[in-house]
């Protein structure tokens, strides 16, 4: 049960570091990182993770006893919130409400989400090593035209259907007839708001002038 | 007068012969020996060298010692981990291990903290209170005196310092036991000779793990040494263990 966990680190840290070989802007960055140790302490799970960086990838070390003195920058932050950082989420949003906390040298952590989530690969040289060049590029250009041909039919599918839903049997309202629908109810909105208030000053005078003594 | 003797794999040797004998072994697999590594354990030793360099708890600026660092597996990970003001020292009694270790240490660009060293780990030729951390994995059983050897880690690690023993051990379970003995006897050599071409030295290295103590007598041998807050983890049911006891 020891290796379980061993094991965990060690296929991702394969995985990021056959990703990163295959990207041809992955060494520059590599270049600049290298040296540099990240400390990653997630919540929940309860797990300390140092990242260190070399010239030819990155190595995944799960250090427990690890101090910030060890790292260049540590991090601590839940699974959701490392998530959302490498969903994209503004790195100041996640800081300033509270959900990720960053000490140290704070590019490091951009420069990190940079490095894996800004990975362009390099698909046709690894096909090329096992196919030889031109057959790869053939694969690799079919792949392309496929991947085309189907965000193509994706779009158009999309827009026939929205076509047939909105206009042709206008089972829902589309895009136009909703904001005006939306504006109409933010009217009866206000207004109900402002006869309730007219209402209410009325029934303050009636009690008013029911408290009155009789003159 | 009867001469001193050793056991080497299930042979008994001249003490003097020992060293000797383990380093012909180790000639002849020197230049498969990942491959061979790979091979036997199913890749699982990169796991437990893993495990020990997270137990090692090594830090920016340390200096730690690898013996029979072999091909250099760990050093290069302790490398990256102690950075340019730290230290790592690579040392094997085995020549052309060493070689091998420090061709594959410069084709993955490691230099400027690197040192090589081939020394007997009987008799470290360093200072006491030298290290951080030292560290041995699949190298103790090889050794002629461990008692004396274990001595001497002690001695130049600093106060503070650990020490890690990787080795393999007893299988915790029976039927463990049996199955890794008919794998180690009748699989391993075979594997040796087809991809070593050299069956006998793999047979000896099933006989040594065999001849070596088991956790609780290696943990006793490393406190009589001098280390305290001795441990150790099971691995794979007891076919390895990791060993961790600290210099006060």
Known sequence: MALTPVLLLACAEKTF?????RDPAAPGRLRRLAGKRLLLRLERPSLALLVTFHTQGLGLL??????????????????????????????????????????????????????????????????????GDVPAHSLAEGLRRFARFGLRSQHELRTDLAEYVFEEARLLPGQAQREVLRDHLTELEVATDRLEARLARLQRKLDARRREPMT | MTKRTTHFGYQEVPVEEK?????????????????????????????????????????RGQSVLDIAGGTGDLTLKFSRLVGP??????????????????????????????????????????????????????????????????????????PGGRLLVLEFSKPTHQLLSKAY????????????????????????????????????????????????????????????????????
């Not at chain 1, 906390?101 to 090329?128: F, V």
């Not at chain 2, 084709?107 to 006491?128: I, K, R, S, T, W």
């Not at chain 2, 180690?184 to 040796?192: A, I, N, Q, W």
Request: proline share 2%; aromatic share 6%; charged share 25%.
């Open chain 1, 62 to 131: 799960h250090a427990p006893q690890a101090e910030e003195a060890d790292a260049d920058a540590v991090v601590e932050a839940d699974c959701e919130a490392l998530g959302s950082l490498l969903a994209g989420e503004s790195l100041e949003h996640l800081m300033f409400s509270g959900r990720l906390s960053l000490r140290g040298q704070t590019h490091l952590l951009e420069a990190t989400r940079e490095l894996l989530m800004d990975l362009d690969l390099d698909w046709e040289a690894a096909l090329a090593e096992w196919f």
């Open chain 2, 85 to 158: 003001s730290g230290r790592v020292v690579l040392a094997d009694i085995n020549a052309s291990m060493l070689n091998v270790g420090r061709d594959k240490l410069l084709d993955h660009g490691v230099g400027g903290n690197v040192e090589y060293v081939q020394a007997n780990a009987e008799c470290l030729p360093f200072a006491d209170n030298t290290f951080d951390c030292i560290t041995i994995a699949f190298g103790l059983r090889n050794v002629t005196d461990k008692d004396a050897a274990l001595a001497s880690m002690a001695r130049v690690l600093k």
């Open chain 2, 19 to 59: 060293a000797a004998r383990v380093a012909d072994v180790f000639h002849s697999v020197a230049s498969r020996y990942d491959l061979m590594n790979d091979l036997m354990s199913l890749g699982i030793h990169r796991l437990w060298k893993r495990l020990t360099l997270e137990r090692a708890g090594v830090r």
């Open chain 1, 17 to 21: 570091n056959s990703l990163l070989a």
């Open chain 2, 181 to 248: 003995d008919e794998y180690s006897f009748r699989l391993l050599p075979r594997m040796g000779e087809l991809v070593a071409n050299d069956a006998d030295s793999y047979r000896y290295l099933a006989e040594s793990i065999r001849m070596h103590p088991d956790q609780e007598t290696l943990k006793g041998m490393m406190e009589r040494a001098g280390l305290e807050r001795v441990e150790y983890t099971n691995l794979t049911g007891g076919i390895v263990a990791l060993h961790r006891g600290i210099k006060l």
